[in-house]
């Protein structure tokens, strides 16, 4: 891994997967940066610095970060690059509300990359992922029917997903549970992806039931539960 430093940051880069040069008149509304243990995931209870963007075009049922909904400051990208740096990270998140919804976090994406961070995206699955970094670990959702979005999946980010990326399923009963099944059927998920993610819905189901469901149907998927929720109760910055 490259040694990240403000100036390899905050360079300039010249890789495909960037839609602009990440110039430092180029904002992002941020609500929150801080360092904690990924909570999901494939990288679940490593240190990881957040970077969660603020707004999102969704209303899902289950939301744990309305907080992100509105508000926040103005960033530049070499500022985000530097408050990043200050923990000397592995692991970074990029996170939301949904971070695609700024234009601002491709760019981001890409300057984190350069910077030799290992990165994730973490996403509704309702904004398209065609211009993503193809170096960044794209977690995507699939809005079931209980979360009340599930007409805002947009199909066409299945066939670009990356053999590294992750789909996740949050599951809120045993329709959403069937659903879900169906979906990993139709798209042959588990064969596209590293790994797929069922996790149940926190305070609505049960994970030892979801356990339960997913063992008797010896489903190829990988069941998590939040860990940050265990430890620290979903606080704002854990
Ligand atoms: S996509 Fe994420 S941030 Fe947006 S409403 Fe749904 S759970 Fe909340």
Same mark, same amino acid.
């Given at each position: 891994m490259t040694t990240p430093t403000v100036d390899n940051i905050a360079g300039s880069s010249t890789h !495909?997967?960037? &839609?602009?040069p990440a110039g430092p008149d180029q904002t992002l509304r941020i609500t929150e940066i801080f360092y904690s243990?990924?909570? *999901? #995931?494939? &990288? @679940?209870?490593l240190p990881t610095v957040f970077v969660r963007l603020t707004g999102c075009p969704l209303r899902c @049922? %289950?939301?744990? &970060? !309305? %907080? #992100?909904?509105s508000g926040g400051e103005l960033y530049s990208l070499p500022d985000i690059a530097r408050r990043v740096s200050t %923990? #000397?990270?592995?692991y970074v998140t990029v996170t939301g509300g949904e971070p695609l919804a700024q234009p601002n976090c491709l760019p981001l994406l890409s300057m984190l990359c350069d910077a030799g961070y290992e990165v994730s995206l973490e996403t509704s699955? #309702?904004?398209?992922?065609?211009?993503? $970094?193809?170096r960044v670990v794209t977690v995507l959702d699939l809005k079931t029917p209980a979360s009340g *979005?599930?007409?805002?999946? $947009? %199909?066409?980010n299945i066939p670009v997903l990356r053999a590294h990326d992750q789909v996740k399923f949050v599951i809120c009963d045993r329709a959403d549970y069937e659903w879900a099944r169906f979906k990993l059927d139709e798209y042959r998920l588990h064969e596209r992806v590293a790994d797929v993610l069922f996790s149940p819905s926190f305070g609505q189901l049960e994970g030892r039931q979801l356990a339960d469901w997913i063992l008797a149907d010896n489903l190829p998927v990988r069941m998590q539960l939040q860990l940050h929720k265990l430890l620290w109760n979903d606080e704002p910055g854990r």
């Open positions: !495909e997967g960037r &839609t602009s243990l990924q909570g *999901e #995931a494939r &990288t @679940v209870g @049922v %289950y939301c744990d &970060t !309305e %907080y #992100a909904f %923990y #000397a990270p592995r699955g #309702a904004m398209s992922t065609q211009g993503v $970094d193809p *979005e599930m007409q805002r999946n $947009d %199909y066409s």
